[in-house]
């Protein structure tokens, strides 16, 4: 039972590079959400998608890409990372209006 | 939008004390509520729910009653353990609309023995 796996846990970034966060789940659900998490502000929300193909803005959008190519994966990316994209992002999925499960999280550093 | 409000942290607490976290919401409709928990170097874990006015959600000696009339979702518990301290998050997530999952800022308990 993976549930949902988030790759990489660790990542060190210098500024303006780019990288992709991945994220699959195996529980067939249609919703998919990215997060971060900041000392204080407890989780806002990047962007969401209600099913395959299907990508929306969350409270905290700029800065980050989404993909939903297939029904399992939820790409977050990055084109130029910056300091203030320091933090620690979950993945997390759901069944409509159900509990949500969420991954362990990618600590992600930009110098 | 939907908002979730929490009472600020963070809360210490002796063992055996009655804990009480507040949490309030903002939502369009008729939100299902939660309550997550994290404990250091993890993810959240649903810890529990509520989906309609009256209900109360329940587990591991935590309750939370859904309260439409004060929009309120306030997680008890009566007696805390050592282990219960974590970061304890509310949310809501609405079956209209958006259908957006919204947390609340979280709320930091540590017990002390």
Redesign the interface.
């Known amino acids: 039972n993976a549930g ?1 796996t988030q790759t990489p846990k660790f990542r060190v970034l210098k500024t303006g590079q780019s990288m992709t966060l991945l994220c699959a789940q195996d529980m067939n659900h249609e ?1 998919m ?1 990215w ?1 971060r998490q900041d000392p ?6 990047i962007h ?1 998608s ?1 099913g395959e193909g299907t990508t ?1 803005k ?1 409270e905290v959008p700029d800065g980050y890409n989404v993909s939903r190519l297939k029904k399992q994966n939820f790409l977050l990316g990055l084109e130029s990372a910056a300091p203030s994209q320091t933090s620690v992002y ?1 993945c ?1 999925s ?1 069944h ?5 499960f ?4 990618t600590r992600l550093t930009v110098v | 939008g939907d908002s979730v409000t ?1 009472m600020e942290g963070p809360v210490t607490l002796s063992e055996e004390a009655f804990l009480t976290i507040n949490c309030t919401y903002t939502a369009t409709g008729y939100p ?1 509520l ?1 309550w ?1 928990v994290q404990y250091p170097g ?5 810890l529990l ?1 509520a ?1 309609k006015a009256d209900d109360k959600g329940s587990n591991k000696g935590f309750e939370a009653t859904y309260r439409k009339e004060t929009t309120s979702f306030h997680l008890e518990k009566g007696s805390v353990q050592v282990s219960d301290s974590a970061v304890y ?1 509310c949310a809501l ?1 609405t ?1 209209q609309g ?9 709320t930091r308990l540590t017990i002390n023995p």
């Open positions: 949902v919703y959400y997060y204080g502000m407890g989780l806002r929300l969401y209600v929306a969350g979950f997390a759901s409509h209006g159900q509990r949500a969420f991954g362990q999280g | 929490q299902s939660f997550y993890e993810g959240l874990q649903l729910k989906t998050f997530i079956l958006a259908q957006k999952l919204v947390f609340g800022q979280g």
